[in-house]
């Protein structure tokens, strides 16, 4: 079966110049003129805090000043690790265009296929040679399309309501000026309706997935959503689904990140982990890489 893999931002952290979520919305704090408390909240509400008691700041500012923290000059080795491994799809929730230039370091062609301005159910970039087309699908929007960065609780809740329409067969979009709405994906697994390749979602279901450098925090409601529904899915015994979903960390050090793999476990997925040795997460992720690589290959 193909293999997409699924990358985080835990990739961009592997470099000199690392940002993580808590001190980018530190940075925006200051930037929007609101104190805000940072401690026990999700990322998603700190940002819709942030938003509503600005007095100065609208969301586009906010998004703008957000695109400007996010670019990269400093591309992470691992990413050429990723390159390296092959696969056709690859599925981030980084906004930046890191995985883009080592492809096109590698001579391959960036077509930049913008189907939306707000969501990414459909938009995503094929990097092409001679020989391949490889999809790369930013899920979470991307620095060109300001507007499609997501946030905030409100913006991805509405990505949660396209991806059930989209599973039931009630999505639909204007192409050529027409609509064209797609089958649901009971009927695509069951093979009375053929799959499309419009998005991204189709390749939870017909691809095994690999998901590194990725927390996964509980704010992820997108992906916890894809998940807990393909589960139930299987559960419910009313579609032939054979995929399999990958999640690469380190072995638990606490209970919270315990507590995560558990619930992982019951929404079906299947857990590789390491040792995480001195508090090397370069080393750590490295040795996930290899174990993923290899998974990949011995499926092919």
Known sequence: MNATIFFGNGINRISDKPL????????????????????????TMIYEELLLRSKSMDESNIKKYIQ?????????????????????NYITTNYDFSLESIFEEKLYRKDFRKQ????????????????????????????????????????????????DAYLKGNYSYIEDKKEKRLNGIIAKLNGTESFDSVSWIELFYNTNVHIIGFGLDYS???????????QRYIKSSKTNLFNKIYYYDIKPQDAKRK????????????????????????????NLLEKMEQNIQARR
């Open 20 to 43: 993580d979520w808590n001190e980018l919305l530190k940075r925006l704090a200051v930037y929007a003129s609101v104190k805000v408390d940072l401690a026990e909240k999700p990322y």
């Open 68 to 88: 400007q923290e996010l670019q990269v000059t400093d591309i992470s080795s691992l990413y050429e690790r990723l390159y390296s491994i092959g696969v056709t």
């Open 116 to 163: 939306e301005t707000l969501y990414s159910i459909r938009t995503h970039i094929t990097m092409s040679n001679q020989d391949n087309d490889i999809n790369i699908w930013h899920v979470h929007g991307d620095i060109e399309r300001i507007p499609s960065i997501a946030l905030g609780l409100d913006h991805y809740c509405g990505s949660v309501s396209k991806i």
């Open 220 to 230: 992820e409601i997108d992906i916890w959503w894809i998940l807990n529904k393909r």
């Open 259 to 286: 507590s995560k793999h558990d619930l992982l476990v019951g929404f079906g997925v299947d857990l590789i982990t390491v040792d995480l040795v001195d508090n090397n997460w370069e080393n750590a992720t490295v």
